[in-house]
Nanobody, 123 residues
Protein backbone atom coordinates (compact mmCIF):
# COMPACT_ATOMS: atom_id res chain seq x y z
CA UNK A 1 0.00 0.00 0.00
CA UNK A 2 1.42 3.38 -0.97
CA UNK A 3 1.46 6.58 1.01
CA UNK A 4 -0.40 9.54 -0.48
CA UNK A 5 0.76 13.11 -0.07
CA UNK A 6 -1.58 16.10 -0.20
CA UNK A 7 -1.73 19.77 0.70
CA UNK A 8 0.47 21.29 -1.96
CA UNK A 9 -0.33 24.46 -3.82
CA UNK A 10 0.88 27.86 -4.93
CA UNK A 11 2.29 30.18 -2.28
CA UNK A 12 4.36 33.34 -2.27
CA UNK A 13 7.90 33.37 -0.98
CA UNK A 14 7.88 33.68 2.79
CA UNK A 15 4.56 31.89 3.07
CA UNK A 16 3.61 28.58 4.67
CA UNK A 17 2.01 25.30 3.71
CA UNK A 18 1.26 22.10 5.59
CA UNK A 19 1.52 18.84 3.74
CA UNK A 20 -0.23 15.69 4.90
CA UNK A 21 0.65 12.06 4.28
CA UNK A 22 -2.11 9.50 4.65
CA UNK A 23 -1.52 5.81 5.03
CA UNK A 24 -2.95 2.64 6.40
CA UNK A 25 -1.96 1.62 9.89
CA UNK A 26 -0.44 -1.58 8.53
CA UNK A 27 1.81 0.37 6.16
CA UNK A 28 3.39 2.70 8.69
CA UNK A 29 3.02 0.75 11.91
CA UNK A 30 6.37 0.67 13.72
CA UNK A 31 8.06 2.36 10.76
CA UNK A 32 9.75 5.69 10.29
CA UNK A 33 8.25 7.90 7.61
CA UNK A 34 9.86 10.65 5.63
CA UNK A 35 9.55 13.20 2.86
CA UNK A 36 11.63 13.72 -0.22
CA UNK A 37 11.13 16.10 -3.13
CA UNK A 38 11.96 16.40 -6.78
CA UNK A 39 12.15 19.69 -8.61
CA UNK A 40 11.71 19.84 -12.39
CA UNK A 41 14.85 18.62 -14.12
CA UNK A 42 16.61 17.86 -10.85
CA UNK A 43 17.50 14.81 -8.78
CA UNK A 44 15.41 13.68 -5.86
CA UNK A 45 16.33 15.36 -2.60
CA UNK A 46 15.88 14.13 0.95
CA UNK A 47 13.78 16.51 3.06
CA UNK A 48 12.96 15.01 6.48
CA UNK A 49 12.27 11.83 8.42
CA UNK A 50 10.53 10.99 11.67
CA UNK A 51 10.68 7.86 13.80
CA UNK A 52 7.64 5.72 14.62
CA UNK A 53 7.31 7.31 18.05
CA UNK A 54 7.90 10.80 16.72
CA UNK A 55 10.72 11.27 19.17
CA UNK A 56 13.50 11.43 16.58
CA UNK A 57 13.57 13.61 13.51
CA UNK A 58 16.11 14.51 10.86
CA UNK A 59 16.18 17.31 8.30
CA UNK A 60 18.12 18.27 5.23
CA UNK A 61 20.30 21.30 5.82
CA UNK A 62 18.35 23.19 3.16
CA UNK A 63 15.11 23.04 5.19
CA UNK A 64 16.39 22.91 8.76
CA UNK A 65 14.78 25.58 10.90
CA UNK A 66 11.99 26.19 8.37
CA UNK A 67 10.28 22.80 8.04
CA UNK A 68 8.87 20.63 10.82
CA UNK A 69 7.89 16.99 10.44
CA UNK A 70 5.39 15.44 12.84
CA UNK A 71 3.03 12.49 13.02
CA UNK A 72 -0.27 11.50 14.57
CA UNK A 73 -0.27 7.71 14.75
CA UNK A 74 -3.90 7.64 15.91
CA UNK A 75 -4.81 9.17 12.55
CA UNK A 76 -2.12 7.32 10.54
CA UNK A 77 -0.98 10.68 9.24
CA UNK A 78 2.38 12.39 8.94
CA UNK A 79 2.69 16.13 8.43
CA UNK A 80 5.27 18.48 7.00
CA UNK A 81 4.85 22.07 8.14
CA UNK A 82 6.73 24.34 5.78
CA UNK A 83 7.40 27.93 6.80
CA UNK A 84 9.45 30.72 5.25
CA UNK A 85 9.13 29.07 1.87
CA UNK A 86 11.59 29.97 -0.85
CA UNK A 87 11.31 29.63 -4.64
CA UNK A 88 13.94 26.88 -4.48
CA UNK A 89 11.50 24.81 -2.41
CA UNK A 90 9.36 24.41 -5.53
CA UNK A 91 9.06 20.68 -6.22
CA UNK A 92 6.81 17.67 -6.09
CA UNK A 93 6.87 16.39 -2.51
CA UNK A 94 6.51 12.70 -1.75
CA UNK A 95 6.06 10.87 1.53
CA UNK A 96 7.21 7.32 2.02
CA UNK A 97 8.07 4.67 4.55
CA UNK A 98 11.70 5.04 5.61
CA UNK A 99 13.67 1.91 6.43
CA UNK A 100 17.07 3.41 7.07
CA UNK A 101 18.73 5.16 9.96
CA UNK A 102 16.84 8.36 10.79
CA UNK A 103 19.95 10.48 10.58
CA UNK A 104 21.32 9.04 7.35
CA UNK A 105 19.08 10.91 4.94
CA UNK A 106 19.46 8.14 2.40
CA UNK A 107 17.12 8.30 -0.56
CA UNK A 108 17.57 4.56 -1.07
CA UNK A 109 15.83 3.94 2.26
CA UNK A 110 12.50 5.28 1.06
CA UNK A 111 9.78 2.86 -0.05
CA UNK A 112 6.07 2.73 -0.77
CA UNK A 113 5.64 6.30 -1.99
CA UNK A 114 2.60 7.15 -4.06
CA UNK A 115 1.54 10.21 -5.95
CA UNK A 116 3.25 13.33 -4.70
CA UNK A 117 1.89 16.82 -4.20
CA UNK A 118 3.16 19.87 -6.07
CA UNK A 119 4.43 22.86 -4.11
CA UNK A 120 5.08 26.01 -6.11
CA UNK A 121 6.68 29.02 -4.43
CA UNK A 122 6.56 32.25 -6.37
CA UNK A 123 9.10 35.03 -5.88
Amino acid sequence: VQLQASGGGLVQAGGSLRLSCASSRRTTSNNAVGWFRQAPGKEREFVATISWSGGTTSYADSVKGRFTISRDNAKNTVYLQMNSLKPEDTAVYYCAVYYGSIGSGSLRSFSKWGQGTLVTVSS
